[in-house]
């Protein structure tokens, strides 16, 4: 057999197991797996590198609509170029329709935006932000046929969130047509009563962000989108989680024989609330929502992991560029915190931060590692085993990792468009060197390749079924 690209002398590994193996690549797809596969156009030697299937980061925000005179500091081509960086292939983006746009034409716009600027896979989340009869009974449900099929609901942010009888009825449609519905679990009228306290107080400050959204707004929010979710009878996803109390309301559901799935994201095992503390306006660089807590719920996140309550560990990528009108400094550096652009950046660093803080440190294993970061959410999202794993016949989305490759994370070694990294100066070990997308290496050694804007949308199967 000649083969287009071989991949030679790394160590393989999947969720499953950890294997010394050659991998032989035809057309775009994993033809071979196994030693002295022969001859090939190209031959990669990766001696002292792992081999893992390219990353799925399945919370990601891009050119999304963030308000009046906001706007988000990437786009469709500097997100996924930053992401192939990071060591990521695909990348699933929340499509949000304008006030204009209704749900059809706002994907439309997303890929009009997306085609020809994508330098891996991208396949996109629905938000339901409206709940009237078009959109749940024509539009939702012809997207979800036509290979969307998972989407977002927010129990928070003025404009966007719905109330639990909005979510209830489009829960119902997910339930019809076997979608996934994601919601983000924060309680919008806690948030604005401690906010409106906040200010009168004349607290105002970015830590105040983190003050007027504690543990117990989420807790409540999580125990209740499940308990929506039970009353429709459907799964969910619960995004984002921050903390130990909402992780212990998502157990107590599983117990119950509820399906909840559940995400955490770098920023809540790493960061904590005293950032959005920082001296001037840096704490606005730390900014998101839920916000980073403290110690000891990193702890819980952690625990989270290492026993499998958390099947994904996903970015939440949703950058903005800290000294920009455009981005955290909407009204200049004294803002009151309700005006900072929520979201941080993160697309490039998910990889490097679980496995240095996570393998390195014997919290989790590799094969962890890789369903956390990639199998779990091809699973999930229905592209699996398209994507998620190296196995034949599954697309050759391969990334090259050097374990023992000593980083600083910085704002000059990232590729992100916005002006920052809320991990400056944090040192990681293991590092993705190589980003393979269908057979095709779009980042070389730390090069991006001429030519690389080989990315699709994929359409998707329905939750958990293979495509
Ligand atoms: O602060 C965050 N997380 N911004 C992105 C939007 C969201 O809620 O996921
Ligand atoms: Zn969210
Ligand atoms: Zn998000």
């Known amino acids: 057999m000649k083969y287009d690209l071989i991949i030679k002398g790394a160590e393989v590994a999947t969720a499953a197991d950890v294997t010394r193996t050659d991998i032989g690549v035809i057309d775009g797809r994993i033809a071979t797996i196994g030693l002295d596969l022969g001859n090939a156009d190209q031959t990669i030697v990766a001696t002292g590198l792992y081999a893992l299937p390219g990353g799925v980061d399945s919370h990601v925000h891009i050119s999304q609509p963030a308000g009046p005179n906001v706007k988000m500091a990437d786009d469709f081509e500097s997100a996924t170029r930053s992401a192939a960086f990071g060591g990521n292939t695909t990348v699933l983006p929340f499509c949000l329709p304008e006030d204009h746009q209704?749900?059809?034409?706002?994907?439309?716009?997303?890929?009009?935006?997306?085609?020809?600027?994508?330098?891996?896979?991208?396949?996109?989340?629905?938000?339901?932000?409206?709940?009237?009869?078009?959109?749940?009974?024509?539009?939702?449900?012809?997207?979800?046929?036509?290979?969307?099929?998972?989407?977002?609901?927010f129990m928070t942010y003025p404009g966007m969130r719905l109330t639990d009888r909005e979510i209830l009825d489009v829960m119902a449609v997910a339930k019809k047509h076997g979608a996934m519905v994601m919601v983000h679990a924060e309680n919008e009228d806690a948030i604005e009563f401690l906010r409106e306290g906040a200010e009168l107080d004349g607290k105002t400050g970015p830590y105040y962000h983190a003050a007027t959204r504690p543990v117990p707004v989420e807790r409540e929010a999580t125990h209740r989108a499940i308990s929506l979710a039970e009353i429709a009878g459907v799964p969910l996803t619960i995004v984002h989680v921050s903390n130990g109390e909402a992780l212990d309301e998502i157990r107590r559901a599983r117990v119950r024989g509820?399906?909840?799935?559940?995400?955490?994201?770098?920023?809540?095992?790493?960061?904590?609330?005293?950032?959005?503390?920082?001296?001037?306006?840096?704490?606005?660089?730390?900014?998101?929502?839920?916000?980073?807590?403290?110690?000891?719920?990193?702890?819980?996140?952690?625990?989270?992991?290492e026993q499998g309550d958390f099947e994904l560990y996903s970015s939440d990528h949703c950058p903005f560029i800290f000294a920009s009108p455009e981005g955290k400094q909407t009204d200049g550096a004294e803002q009151c915190f309700r005006h900072i652009p929520n979201g941080i950046p993160g697309v490039e660093t998910r990889l490097p931060l679980l496995f240095s803080e996570g393998v390195n440190k014997g919290r989790i294993d590799l094969r962890r590692f890789v369903a956390l970061t990639s199998t779990n959410h091809a699973k999930l999202y229905g592209l699996y085993p398209k994507?998620?794993?190296i196995a034949i016949g599954s697309d050759a989305d391969i990334v090259l990792w050097d374990p023992k490759l000593n980083k600083t994370i910085s704002q000059d070694i990232l590729h992100h468009g916005s002006d920052y990294t809320p991990w400056e100066g944090f040192n990681v070990t293991g590092w993705p060197v190589t980003t393979i997308l269908r057979g095709k290496v779009v980042v070389d050694n730390g090069i991006l390749q001429d030519d690389s804007r080989h990315g699709v949308h994929l359409n998707r199967n329905l939750p958990g079924k293979p495509v």
Not at 107 to 126: E, P, R
Not at 131 to 148: F, R, V, W, Y
Not at 280 to 295: H, I, L, N, Q, T
């Open 102 to 153: 209704n749900l059809r034409e706002a994907v439309d716009a997303y890929h009009a935006k997306a085609t020809g600027n994508c330098h891996i896979d991208v396949s996109f989340h629905l938000i339901v932000n409206r709940t009237d009869p078009q959109t749940l009974g024509q539009h939702l449900p012809a997207l979800l046929e036509a290979g969307h099929t998972s989407f977002k609901v």
């Open 258 to 305: 509820s399906r909840v799935h559940a995400e955490t994201c770098p920023q809540y095992l790493t960061l904590t609330a005293d950032d959005l503390d920082r001296s001037g306006f840096e704490g606005a660089k730390y900014v998101c929502s839920p916000p980073p807590r403290d110690e000891e719920n990193q702890v819980a996140c952690w625990k989270g992991l």
């Open 387 to 389: 994507k998620g794993t």
